[in-house]
Structure formats: structure tokens, C-alpha cells
């Protein structure tokens, strides 16, 4: 079994920053990918980030030069700068291999003045 655990989430101004932290406990495969995903009200959950074992990144292009994806191991952080309303969204952590897929229980991310 394998557990995410995710911390970081809260209401930031437009422009503010927040830096999103999981860490993958468990029977985990060395070779994976772990990534960050958002689900907006109303609207379908969505790729924000993701880092492979071997350190190869995918971003989402509404994200591109703002958030950067990183990771030490199991521990998987998302630095969100220059957030604008529209990144308002649940936050959730992600862990696959082969055959496994796994999910955190989701941070709130609230971009308001």
C-alpha cells in the first residue's frame, strides 16, 4: 500500500506564491513519475506538473514559467509563483509506475484579494 501526504494549500493574494509539498510512503517502485493535478469547481481535474524518477518534467502551458516541479526521492514539491485567480483549485499529489496509480487526499489552493 502506498500513502500521499500533501501540505501547503491556503488562501494567497493574486501575485502571492505558495509552495506545495507530498511525500510517498510505502511499497513505491524506484522507477516512477509523480506529479501534481488541480480540479476546479465545475471542471474536470487536469495535469498542473509532473517529474520523473529520472528527473524529465512535464507543465501544463497555463503554468509554464510561473510553478516549478521538483522532487528528492518520494517527496514531491510544487513552487506555484505569480498565482492568478484562475489557479484556484484543489490540489491533489500523484504517484505512478507501471502498475500502480496513487492519489493524495488533495490541498486547497485559494488565489482571492
Known amino acids: 500500500q502506498v500513502q500521499l501526504v500533501e501540505s501547503g494549500g491556503g488562501l494567497v493574494q493574486p501575485g502571492g506564491s505558495l509552495r506545495l509539498s507530498c511525500a510517498a510512503s510505502g511499497s513505491i517502485f524506484s522507477i516512477n513519475t509523480m506529479g501534481w493535478y488541480r480540479q476546479a469547481p465545475g471542471k474536470q481535474r487536469e495535469l498542473v506538473a509532473s517529474?520523473?524518477?529520472?528527473?524529465s518534467t512535464n507543465y501544463a502551458d497555463s503554468v509554464k514559467g510561473r510553478f516549478a516541479v521538483s522532487r528528492d526521492n518520494a517527496k514531491v514539491y510544487l513552487q506555484m509563483n505569480s498565482l492568478k485567480s484562475e489557479d484556484t483549485a484543489v490540489y491533489s499529489c500523484?504517484?505512478?509506475?507501471?502498475?500502480?496509480?496513487?492519489w493524495g487526499q488533495g490541498t486547497q489552493v485559494t488565489v482571492s484579494s
Open positions: 517529474i520523473s524518477s529520472g528527473g
Open positions: 500523484n504517484i505512478r509506475w507501471y502498475s500502480g496509480n496513487y
